[in-house]
Each structure stands twice: as structure tokens, then as C-alpha cells.
């Protein structure tokens, strides 16, 4: 195997919670302590071996997140290239775009500095994170050489000829599936790291309230703040939160593609872009601004459906508005989601959220396939 690594030694209450490979492997038999750390060893070298072969014929691997880059994408692909730098790999995390206020601050608290922007992807060898949809991808996608996937949303467009690295959890943040493969590979964190993966996760499932949190995102906050030396994680997603709703001097436009992906769904192609509210009169005014804004951004893409969903939690509870960027948008939106609460004439109210990877995309898609369209 390549690289020398170092072992980590990952607590019992740890790997109880998780529920890894590790403990239905030591359950049943009675081992002493010294026994128990030599087979956790020999599960980690294994784990380990397990990518030896990722295909990237001595070349520099490009970990790369989607457009639109958010904090889980960008921070996941740096924590993820180091980890493959530790394995003995010649790697390298890149961004496709600017990133956000928040991500910028992840960033710089972590000490870390901006990722390069890959201008193309052609004939690279290129590692996803946080993603599988070549049209979410870098320019030129379809032209590169991809050996790896790492993410927790559906199984995208992307498709190779060759064997590839490919691990996709049901999960809150594609950073825990990381962490996890710091745990599994048996390869030691560093404060900054830490740091990174913490912000992401936090982000990801908006401080552990999202309703795709698992238990292994709840371990990882726990366990990765202890690592970042990070006493107060409520006090650092405040900050975040902060630098998320911070849209100060960035146009509409801007401010719409900031966290805009694109799917396709039986032949059709659909955009959403997410903005964050403070509160209702934030989120309204922001609405506003995204009607006026959505006829030029759907011009200059080429999908034939195209919503901003502008979010915000009250009481707990999140509530969006979902602002169609025309009358065949809003059709469409209104028959795959007829339990919306309200349509004030530019937005569609849903006061129980309609998140894009949990129910709109879903939903949207589920939709699209039992009433194809032409």
C-alpha cells in the first residue's frame, strides 16, 4: 500500500454508535485489549486496500465539487484530497467557482487557503465529491477521466467504462462519509482538517436539524469538534449562518446561481437555486428580487424548468418559497406538489419546506416520470 501511514486508534463508544464493519466483526468473541487493536489494524489495512488500485495512472487526481460550490463540497474536497495524499496518492482539491461567504470562512478559520479553480476537466483524472450529475459538474466533464464518487444525493448522470471508486451514503453531509473514511482507513485528523469537515457537516444539516441527519452526522460534530478544538459548535454555526444569509454586494443574478444545480429527470432538464432568508419579511423580499431575476437566468441556461426556493426557519420549523420562473414552471410545480399551503402570486408557500434533495428533486423527478412530457 502506498504512503506510510498512521494508525488511528478510533474509541469503542465510537464505533458502538456508528455501528462500522468493526463491530459485527469483534461480536461474540471475549479478546483482550492488545488482540482488539491488532484486528481493528488489520480492518483499517484492509479498508485501505480496498482503493488501491483507483485508476489514476500516477497522475494528479482533482478532488472537485459541484457548481454553485457550497461548504460541504468544497470542504469535503479538500479533507478528502489530503486523505488521499496520506494514502500515498498525488492529489489535489479544486473548486469550479468562487465560493461563498461562509465557505470563506470556514476557510479562513481553518487556516486553509482558496483552492485553484479547474478551468477544464478534460483528460484530467478527477475524484467527485458531493455530486454525480455531469450537468452540476466542471466544464468538459464528459471528457474526463473520472476514478471516483464520493456523495450523499441519488445516482446522477455520470457513468464511466472503467472500475471506479464509488461510495454514496444516505447521510447529512457527504463530510461525515469522510470522516468515516479517516475512521475506516485508519488515518489520522489534524486540527484544520477537522475544522473543515466540522463547518461542512454543520452547514449541511443546518447545525444537526435537517431531516437527513443520521447518527453518524451527530458522532462526527461530537467527535470532529473535539478535534478542532472547537468548544462552542452552536456559537460557530451562528457564524456561518451569518456568512450564509450575507449577500452584501452580489447582484440578484449572483445571489440566485450561488447554490443553483441543475437535474434531469426522463428527458427533461430542471434548475433550482436555493437562498437563504432570515426571516418571513427577508424571505419575501428576497422572492421578489428572484421573480425578477429568473427570466434573464433561465435564458441563459439551457433547462426547461426553473425555481428559486428561498428558505428560512421559524420556530424550528423551515419554511420556503418556491418562485417558478414562468407559467409552464408554475404549472408543473403546482400538479407535482399539490399540498402547498399558499400562492401569493409570486411564490409558492410551503410551510413544512420543500428541500430540493429531500423532496423537491424527488418529487419533481417521481412526477416527470409518471407524466412524461415532450
Known sequence: MKGNLKKLIIPAAVLASLGLAAVGFFAGRSLGRAPLLKERETLQALNRASIEKLPSNGETIHVIGHRSPDSDTVCSAIAYAR?????????????????????????????????????????ESIFLVDHSEYAQAAEDMEDAHIIGILDHHGVGSVTTGHMIVYEARPIGATATIVWLDYLNYGIELDKSTAYLLLGAVLSDTSNLTASTVTEADKIAVTELAKLAEVKDVNALYAALHAGLLSYEGMSDDEIFFSDYKEYEAYGVKFGIGIVNAIDIPTAEQLAERMKNALPDAFASREVELMYASIGMRENGEKIDYIVPCNEHSRQILADAFPDYDEFNGTAFIFKSGLGRKTKFVPGLTEFLGAYPHE
Not at 468562487?98 to 482558496?114: D, F, K, P, T, W
Open 83 to 123: 486523505l488521499l495524499t496520506k494514502l500515498g496518492y498525488n492529489a489535489e482539491a479544486k473548486i469550479t467557482a468562487s465560493v461563498n461567504h461562509e465557505s470563506a470562512y470556514i476557510l479562513r478559520e481553518a487556516g486553509v487557503e482558496m483552492p485553484p479553480v479547474l478551468e477544464s476537466a478534460a483528460g
